[in-house]
Nanobody, 122 residues
Framework: QVRLVESGGGLVQPGESLRLSCAAS??????????MGWYRQAPGKQRESVAT???????NYADSVKGRFTISRDNAKNTVYLQMDSLKPEDSALYYC??????????????WGQGTQVTVSS
């Protein structure tokens, strides 16, 4: 059983910061470090990619968050982070962690976390 557990969401005012964490737990061989990322879904909208690691260790950001959000990871802790600065009301959404996980059968599976709510409001 593999779980991705997000934390760090909350209610903040415009211009403030939050740091989201996503920790992988359970029985698995390793994470695919080049296939981890953060997504978000606001009410009435489709889920969108926010920040992801891609092949070669590169990062990819949605245009709307470039320069404000930073994705990082701690490989030893099987944890990925999302530092969100200069938050705007339009950043309000349910934020999800996603990762490809390699199990002991050497097969790769995709997992989603349960989401953590971020609300930016004055």
């Amino acid at each position: 059983q593999v779980r991705l557990v997000e934390s760090g969401g909350g209610l903040v005012q415009p211009g403030e910061s939050l740091r989201l964490s996503c920790a992988a737990s359970g029985s698995f061989l390793r994470l695919n470090l080049n296939a981890m990322g953060w997504y978000r879904q606001a009410p009435g909208k489709q889920r969108e990619s926010v920040a992801t690691f891609t092949s070669g260790g590169s990062t990819n950001y949605a245009d709307s968050v470039k320069g404000r959000f930073t994705i990082s990871r701690d490989n030893a802790k099987n944890t990925v982070y999302l530092q969100m600065d200069s938050l705007k009301p339009e950043d309000s959404a349910l934020y999800y962690c996603n990762a490809d996980v390699i199990l002991y059968n050497y097969k790769q599976y995709n997992y989603w976390g349960q989401g953590t709510q971020v609300t930016v409001s004055s």
